[in-house]
């Protein structure tokens, strides 16, 4: 950049040094001064002297405005992202919240405390690798059942269905669940039965929370 600002100082100098020229050429032939021969080589070179004089002063606010605009840039407060600025919600916010306006993230971590008070020990898988398992819970009986959670506006297809079916084996779980806030297509609903994947729906779904909310008084 500090080249490019050095062109544009050239430039600008010729453009002076060109103007100054010509009006000088023009005053001395067309004045008295034609009679004084040394003022013709006095011309030349104070047009020079000008042209750099304004080409190098054109460089140097080129380069001083670069660098004021740069530390302007480095002062300035950062504004966070809307990713990094949203509140995390505590438990007890999770709750009453609209399960719809809930992140995935955030949706998970309800599912967790809900089957953490229906007496299931708990652990949370997700993130990448997961198998399309986010909760492994396991109850009384010890055996170990894989959950996937879709905080979704559409329906769970049968590619869920699938995947869900090689992460349970993966995690080495006995059963395996999928919890959705909406619904499940057709051809996932007959794989889920061949494969003994139970579905729990939005509907189904908004029943088992609506009654552990009134057990805890939460409205």
């Known amino acids: 950049m500090a080249r490019t600002y050095y062109a544009e100082g050239r430039q600008v100098a010729y453009l002076v040094r060109g103007f100054c020229v010509l009006s000088g050429i023009s005053i001395f032939y067309f004045t008295s001064l034609k009679e004084i021969w040394w003022m013709f080589f006095v011309i030349i070179f104070s047009s020079v002297l000008v042209g750099e004089i304004f080409g190098a002063r054109w460089t140097k606010k080129r380069r001083a405005d670069k660098k004021a605009r740069k530390q302007q840039r480095t002062t300035s407060p950062v504004k966070s992202s809307p990713s990094n600025s949203k509140k995390v919600l505590s438990d ?50 010890g055996y170990k059942i894989a959950v996937q959670c879709k905080r979704w506006k559409r329906d769970v297809g049968n590619d869920i269905v699938l995947r869900l079916k090689a992460g349970k084996q993966v995690h080495g779980c006995y059963d395996a669940w999928i919890v959705t806030t909406s619904n499940y297509t057709r051809v996932a609903k007959e794989a889920a039965e061949k494969l003994n994947i139970k579905l729990i729906n939005g509907l189904m779904l908004d029943d088992k929370l609506k009654r552990w909310k009134a057990q805890k008084g939460i409205s």
């Open 92 to 141: 007890s916010e999770l709750l009453k919240v609209n399960i719809h306006s809930l992140s995935g993230t955030d949706f998970e971590r309800l599912m967790m405390l809900y089957y953490k008070d229906q007496g299931y020990q708990v652990e949370r898988i997700g993130g990448s690798g997961d198998h399309e398992v986010d909760l492994i819970i396991k109850g009384k009986e």
